[in-house]
């Protein structure tokens, strides 16, 4: 309490604090990016191990034989798809049932806010077929899923081994949760069906039939990708809806799996590296982690299993890839890996809840848990914060009742509550529009400028957007005449303890979009004054403003990704993921477009409003 | 000054109507920092269920209102938005009559001192002017009604507006000078949730001071007086206990009520400190520690009375603070009761230490706590530590709030007798420090 109430040391300190402001604040960001950067070295991060003792410790053989009859199962299947022109239900229900499971299915139709481009659909009306195996050795309380997307493009290998799978489990005894084995048309639209139907909830606004046979509650699920007969390696999925991540001990079990049968495992397309001390072994790990913060930060599903993370069920997507590696993995194996994990699914005795659930993974055999690199936040936020309180004490300093109560004087009136209130209204109003805009007048722009919904609704947004930079800068003037130079100290403080409560909400919800907007804004907010030179500042504040910070992220995937994209298809991606961000908050529920439009956008127009005020 | 306070009024009323329209009612209502197992709608709903029914509403566990209450809802459950809107109305105009009282009479006094040459030359700027004393009241009514804790605690229907209403009627009367009164609303009040029997004090030592009776334990005027507002305070007391009785015929709402507040049995997290302790807590201490926890409310009453004998409305104004830091189950609409006084301490404010530092404290922890709600219930990711931390800083946050103003009050009346720039012995230049 001393520092609390001791005035003389609370003085040393605010004086201390006040006068290396600035220094403190560079050190601070450099030593946030330094500790974010250090994550991915191996000494500094811990080896991924099973926390779960049901899965750890106890011993499953894996006997699936019958890969080559799941592969030809696979072909049949993609026979039928062509036939039907979409998913062959007759023929799958037919199929489940002669394999022994109870089966099901579920119509479901959706008609999208604006046409998809990239996966070119509009109006989309599917089914889902489901099968459930009952469990002999149990209540049926819970269950297990298996789903296989069924796509036009391929994924014909996956439900051939997904029902060559039922079958060979149908014949083990051992089974004590309900396995439900999943085929569901339109990937995520109709995965979204199912779950609703499963939970009795609706929040979307789909609409969809209601399901006639269930399971007991789910405890994991797996999805299931494969597009050629044999595969190199199998890549893991982790990143869910809003940047949820599934308990880490559900990567660990595949992890351990991939050792077992000895198969290739990567994540982010990446295969793991032994040379962490050399420079190289360091950059592959570090473009690991960036990618993953990357996807993290995006905030959409990146595979099926993206929204079963929403009903706190344990997902990942496995996705078989095949490159021009020598070394060979047939159906076989994977279905005995597969058959491996479900068994120690099997023997959950709860939820997987043991492990860690906020990790980052520079590579499959380490992780990175929130204790090490929430510091790395924890030193960016401190940035507005020091910053605040810079602020505050300039303003004590400014009214005569300075420190410590004994100055007198006459106070002067204080800048107005209008003055303050003004900018931040209108910068939400733009914000709102920002959010809603867009697809309530795609009719009207399709209407009147020669371009098609999705374009409408992309350049709608960026067109308001834009407009924002114009609009709200100098609205005190117009209330109440000059601005002072308290007024925009006042604003800023209001700005930047904003910033600092938003920024460590979103980064609590989802590190990696709190993160890369702490990057980005933090800067931003430290070092903007009405003083600084306007063009040079104006021009770094539109390069750092959450718009460009997506373009530059867009560019730096790519990068990653080994697909460097020329300028022109950079910004062609850049529109596309603005659309797939808003038909991901529409379709699913993802939070990110609302985020940036409703409070990220308006925070960060505060700002331009200091950088203008007069 | 009645128009100022009719526009805001109107307000008010405008936002909660538009609130109780949207769907944030429905979200506000499961809310475990708006509504406690106590107040919530939820339960009176069930409650008014079971009484229709013929059934005690106190049979399961679910309902923990007062009879009273149940019988106030009986007759208005149709119009129970309205109910919850004119309860904020009342608090708010109950506060803005009280503290313009308030206000005349500290002036009054300071005239007299002033008059009297009683305070030291150097503290003129100390002196308060009735021109930053004129809005208080209004800033007092504002600060009640627009707190966004109030609107979502009346648009969640949660009863502990009307219990604020009851505390605010309990200030009038006292301030007003009408023991009956003041008694009686008192009674209701300990009658509706036991920890304002803390205020007994504070309105004790105003009216004493109100009638000039000094506060003496050899002189029979004290003591009478005691006696009589006493009797007043238990005679109400009797009376309304008994009355629901009659209305129920059962006793069954004493353990219900009071054995409830007092014995903690829910623990629903909420942003009270009990919640997290008692559900980690073995079974054995319990006893011990309800005990601890619960004089925590009661006992500071005997130390600042003693310290603040001689200003029962900022001693009123602690408790308050300290009975919705401490309560069993405490929702943001108690905080937002303590809050509306800030406004009338508005001239400590040169005094206080760390209200920037409080200020942010408060503002991200009410910012993360529905964050964490959703991390720890939703996403399943978070678990309840993280929900406890915030609701420990938080509870930290106002524990310096109410300790800072109360440093800043002592400090005021320290300078009004000894002068504003202290001099060491020695000459220099003093500064005071809390140790």
Redesign the interface.
């Known amino acids: 309490m001393g520092l ?5 040391r ?1 003085r040393a300190l605010t004086t201390l604090l006040t006068r290396l402001n600035t220094p403190l604040c560079v050190v601070c960001y450099l030593a946030g990016v330094a500790w974010f950067m250090g994550l991915a070295f191996q000494p500094f991060t811990l080896r991924t191990y099973m926390s779960e003792n049901a899965m750890g410790s106890t011993m499953v053989e894996e006997h699936f034989p019958a890969g080559e009859r799941a592969l030809a199962m696979g072909r049949e299947f993609s026979a039928h798809k062509k036939q039907a022109g979409g998913m062959p239900v007759d023929w799958l229900v037919k199929a489940m049932q002669a394999k022994g499971l109870e089966v099901f299915t579920q119509s479901f139709s959706r008609t999208l806010p604006f046409p998809d481009e990239n996966k070119e659909r509009y109006m989309v009306r599917g089914t889902n077929v489901y099968g459930i195996l009952r469990a002999p050795r149990a209540p049926r309380t819970e269950s297990l899923v298996f789903s296989a997307p069924c796509s036009p493009q391929g994924n014909d290998q996956a439900v051939g081994l997904l029902l060559g799978l039922a079958q060979y489990f149908r014949g083990q005894i051992y089974w004590a949760k309900d396995i439900i084995f999943l085929v569901n048309e339109h990937d995520l639209i109709g995965m979204q069906a199912w779950l609703e139907g499963y939970h009795h909830t609706n929040s979307t606004g789909m609409s969809w039939t209601p399901l006639h046979g269930r399971g007991g509650s789910i405890q994991a699920a797996l999805t299931l990708e494969l597009s050629s007969d044999v595969i190199t390696s199998l890549d893991l999925v982790l990143e869910g809806l809003n940047g ?2 599934p308990n880490l001990d559900l990567a660990n079990l595949f992890y351990a799996f991939c050792q077992k049968i000895n198969v290739l495992c990567t994540i982010q397309g990446k295969l793991q590296r032994n040379d962490w001390d050399s420079v190289a072994g360091y950059s592959h790990a570090v473009q690991t982690m960036l990618l993953m913060v990357l996807k993290q930060a995006s905030g959409r599903p990146w595979g099926d299993h993206g929204l079963f ?2 009903y ?1 069920v344990e997902a990942a997507t496995i996705r078989g890839i095949n490159s021009f590696r020598q070394y060979k993995t047939d159906a076989t194996t994977v279905g005995r890996l597969i058959e491996g994990m479900y068994r120690k699914l099997n023997n959950l005795l709860e939820r997987l ?1 043991q492990s860690y ?2 990790y980052l993974l520079p590579s499959l055999s380490h992780f990175v848990s929130i204790g090490y690199y929430m510091p790395a936040f924890g030193l960016l936020i401190l940035i507005p ?1 020091l910053r ?2 810079d602020l ?1 004490v300039q303003l004590e300093g400014a009214a005569p ?1 300075a420190v ?3 100055v ?1 004087g006459e106070q002067p009136s204080s800048p107005g509550f209008l003055s303050v209130m003004t900018p931040v209204v209108i910068s939400h109003l733009t914000g709102v529009a920002l959010y809603t805009l867009p697809v309530l007048a795609q009719q009207a722009a399709v209407e009147h400028f020669p371009v098609s919904e999705t374009e409408a609704v992309v350049l709608t947004a960026i067109a308001i957007y834009t407009a924002g930079l114009a609009l709200p800068h100098n609205t005190h003037r117009v209330l109440s005449g000059q601005g002072t130079e308290e007024g925009w100290r006042v604003l800023k403080l209001v700005a930047v ?1 904003y910033m ?3 920024l ?2 979103t980064a ?2 989802n590190f990696s979009l709190g993160f890369i907007l702490a990057l980005t804004l933090v800067p931003v907010a430290a070092f903007i004054t009405p003083h600084v030179p306007r063009i040079p500042s104006a021009l770094a504040m539109v390069l750092l403003s959450p718009a460009c910070t997506l373009l530059f992220s867009v560019f730096v995937y790519q990068e990653l990704q080994e697909t460097p994209v020329s300028l022109l298809d950079g910004w062609s991606l850049f529109l596309s993921v603005i659309s797939q961000g808003i038909l991901d908050h529409n379709l699913y529920g993802s939070l990110v477009y609302p985020l940036i439009s409703l409070l990220v956008y308006p925070c960060w127009l505060l700002l331009w409003n200091i950088l203008f005020w007069k | 000054m009645a128009a100022p306070l009719t526009l805001v009024l109107i307000i008010a009323v405008t936002i909660r109507a538009i609130l109780f329209r949207s769907s944030l009612a429905e979200l506000l209502i499961e809310r475990v920092e708006v509504v406690s197992p106590l107040n919530a709608w939820k339960r009176v709903v069930e409650g008014l269920a079971l009484l229709d029914l013929g059934v005690s509403p106190y049979s399961g566990d679910v309902f923990h209102e007062t009879p009273l209450i149940i019988y106030l809802f009986h007759f208005v459950i149709d119009y129970a938005d309205i109910v919850f809107m004119v309860a904020d109305g009342i608090t708010a105009v109950a506060l803005y009559l009280a503290v313009q009282d308030y206000n005349k009479n500290v002036f009054r006094k300071q005239k007299y001192a002033l008059e009297g040459d009683r305070y030291p030359a150097d503290c003129l ?1 100390l002196i308060r002017s009735p021109k930053e004393m004129y809005y208080i009241p209004l800033k007092v009514a504002l600060f009640y009604l627009l707190n966004p804790f109030t609107i979502f605690s009346c648009v969640a229907k949660s009863t502990c507006g009307l219990n604020n209403a009851i505390v605010a009627l309990f200030i009038l009367s006292t301030i007003k000078g009408s023991a009956l009164l003041s008694a009686i609303f008192l009674a209701v009040a300990t009658y509706q949730s036991i920890y304002p029997l803390t205020l007994f004090v504070p309105a004790l030592l105003y009216q004493l001071q109100r009638l000039y009776i000094p506060v003496s334990l050899y002189r029979t005027s004290f003591w009478l007086f005691t006696l009589q507002y006493a009797s007043m305070y238990l005679g109400s007391l009797c009376v309304i206990v008994c009355l629901s009785f009659f209305l129920l015929n059962t006793w069954d709402f004493i353990p219900s009520v009071y054995g409830f507040i007092l014995s903690v049995p829910d623990l629903t997290p909420n942003i009270g400190l009990f919640w997290y302790f008692f559900a980690e807590m073995f079974e054995h201490f319990r006893l011990f520690f309800i005990c601890v926890f619960q004089i925590n409310v009661f006992f500071y009453t005997i130390p600042l009375s003693v310290k603040l004998k001689e200003h029962p409305v900022f001693l009123m104004f602690m408790q308050i603070a300290i009975i919705s830091i401490f309560k069993s189950y405490p929702t943001v609409g108690d905080i937002s009761l303590y809050m509306a006084f800030l406004p009338v301490w508005n001239h400590l ?3 206080l ?2 209200i ?2 409080v200020a ?1 404290v408060m ?2 922890c009410s ?2 706590f529905p ?2 709600w ?2 720890w219930i ?5 678990n309840s530590n993280f929900y406890y931390a915030i609701t420990l800083l938080f509870n930290v946050g106002q524990i ?1 709030l109410v300790s800072d103003y109360f ?1 800043a009050f002592l ?1 005021r009346e320290h300078h009004l007798t000894h002068g ?2 202290l001099k060491r012995k020695d000459g220099s230049e003093a ?5």
């Open positions: 609390l109430s001791d005035p003389n609370r949820q991540l993370l929403r706190h809840h659930f906020f914060l605040a309180l505050w009742a410590d109560g004994l007198d303890l600092a409560v938003l460590a909400c609590l919800i | 700027e404010y040169r005094f230490r760390n920037f530092l942010c503002l991200a910012a993360l964050v964490l959703h991390l939703y996403a399943g990711s978070a310096l440093y400090r504003l720039y500064t005071l420090v809390l140790k």
